[in-house]
């Protein structure tokens, strides 16, 4: 039966102020999997109150203090593992064991952030006058707005909420309008780890009302936003209006490089993992396969056979390897790349066609090869699972086709000789670069971001997502009781005139 779920403002559960509502798919039975607010700017405005009423105290709450309801996040996301993995299969059509890692990831994040609490490094350093003393901090920014995509649900929700929460900020949050469900119930979680009222603020809703009117609110001082180029270029000159800080996670055309001395076996495995992991819908997914003339017809066999027995279907059941796309209109994006791929005079080799299925948003596996590095096909975001093999002759070439793109995201080199991947290390100009693995897989602890296309220079997680939520504040000290003017009173303590 579909759940009827409410928005989260100030710490209440409320409906949208115009009451309407609207429906979140389950995307492999096309059953209505929650009824959920139909939310417009009434109810951001009334959420950015909310979390500004409740920013000074949180700001002024010890950092450890917000760390330790960070671990309670941990432990109660730990608790509710199973039933938001499940939940998510059902919302937005991922698998359930990825669907288990993407709420896994939230955990992680959960106890690292927490774990800021203690630390939010600042640092010192020597000033130039005697009796000074000198030291840079970090300080919150205020409200933040974060709008996130349905293909990490739990995960990128919680790479944007969980640092800017322990820095101080507060939160209004608009999940993607094909996971709302997922976005209420992760606000759930921080309900129930008692985060103080107005702290953490949902609402679910159009992108085109709620986003807009997050992004026109001049109360938000920071927008993180993931999502399509497109709309994160346009909200980033939204933004720019009031010298907002934004923060965009973006596209990608990920690329795998397999070299003539690689491990075949290892090479194809991790293939099919990023090209059809999450049915080809990560950021991270490998949708170019850069592979060096010698091992071609090989490794191009190989992976065709074996994508040929990927099983696609309800995620729920753990023998399926391939879900649904998210929604109809996904589908028909794939499909017109196909066509576009096979007019560009691209072989398609497996796929090429939605599944033959009763009900659901399946499409089929789909490799092209006799790709060239210009072609559309291997230049513009897909977001399915179609994979372009495109040949190469040298390590130069392999490494010049990867980075021509207009994004840069990841990208990976399967080799064994040493020499070639660090020169891959050094070479490949995108902000994740694997050596024997695929594209996907980044880990919470590291940045995670781009560059070109795929953002705007800012990167999340690890240390680096402390930037977007945090200023800096120089802290001068002078204990001197007289006048020392920096810079100029300096040459008088070497005794020089
Ligand atoms: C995304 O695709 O937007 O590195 C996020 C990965 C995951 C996160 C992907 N940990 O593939």
């Not at 490794?299 to 027995?309: F, G, Q, S």
């Not at 090429?352 to 291997?378: C, H, L, N, S």
Request: glycine fraction near 10%; hydrophobic fraction near 40%; aromatic fraction near 8%.
């Amino acid at each position: 039966m579909a759940a009827t779920v409410k928005n989260l403002i100030g710490g209440e559960w409320v409906d949208a102020r115009s009451g309407a509502t609207m429906d979140s798919i389950n995307p492999a039975t096309e059953e209505i999997v929650a009824v959920v607010p139909k939310s417009g700017p009434d109810d951001v405005k009334a959420a950015v109150a909310a979390a500004k009423a409740a920013y000074h105290p949180w700001r002024l709450t010890p950092a450890p203090r917000r760390g330790e309801i960070l671990y309670r996040v941990g432990q109660i996301l730990t608790e509710r593992k199973e039933a938001l993995a499940r939940l998510m299969t059902q919302e937005m059509g991922k698998v359930i064991a990825e669907a288990r890692g993407d709420v896994q990831e939230a955990i992680d994040m959960a106890f690292y952030m927490g774990g800021e609490g203690r630390r939010l490094l600042g640092y010192t350093a020597p000033v130039e006058l005697p009796n000074k003393f000198g030291m840079a901090l970090r300080d919150s920014v205020g409200v933040v707005g974060l709008i996130t995509p349905w293909n990490f649900p739990i995960a990128i929700p919680s790479w944007k909420s969980l640092p800017a929460l322990v820095a101080g900020n507060t939160v209004v949050f608009k999940p993607a309008s094909d996971t709302p469900n997922l976005g209420v119930e992760f606000a759930r979680v921080f309900h129930d780890a008692r985060l103080p009222p107005g702290v953490f603020n949902v609402i679910t809703g159009p992108g085109g009302s709620v986003g807009n009117a997050i992004v026109n609110d001049p109360e938000v001082k920071v927008i993180s936003f993931t999502g399509s180029t497109e709309i994160g270029y346009s909200l980033y000159a939204e933004a720019a209006r009031y010298g907002k800080k934004v923060s965009l996670e973006l596209g990608g055309k990920n690329a795998i490089i397999v070299m003539d001395d690689a491990n075949f076996d290892l090479a194809v495995e991790a293939i099919l993992w990023s090209a059809f992991g999450t049915t080809g819908q990560r950021c991270t997914a490998t949708s170019r396969l850069i592979v060096q003339k010698g091992i071609a017809p090989r490794l191009t066999e190989a992976l065709a056979a074996r994508a040929k027995k990927l099983t696609l279907g309800y995620g729920l059941d753990a023998s399926v390897d391939v879900g649904p796309l998210v929604n109809e209109g996904a589908r028909k994006t794939v499909h017109s790349y196909v066509e576009i791929g096979k007019g560009e005079g691209a072989r398609l080799l497996c796929g090429g066609k939605p599944a033959d299925k009763d009900k659901g948003f399946f499409y089929e596996v789909t490799i092209f090869d006799q790709v060239k590095p210009d072609m559309r096909i291997a230049q513009e975001e897909i977001f399915g699972p179609v994979l372009s093999i495109i040949e190469c002759g040298t390590l130069e070439e392999a490494i010049e086709i990867n980075n021509n793109t207009a994004f840069g995201l990841s990208s990976s080199i399967f080799t064994e000789n040493v020499t070639a991947a660090f020169r891959a290390i050094r070479d490949l100009s995108t902000g994740i670069v694997y050596i024997n693995h695929g594209t996907i897989g980044a880990e919470i602890q590291f940045p995670f971001g781009g560059t070109r296309g795929t953002g705007n220079g800012m990167r999340e997680a690890g240390q680096t997502a402390l930037d977007t939520f945090t200023e800096w504040k120089a802290v001068y000290v002078d204990y001197s009781g007289r006048l020392q003017r920096a810079q100029i009173d300096t040459d008088a303590i070497l005794g020089e005139e």
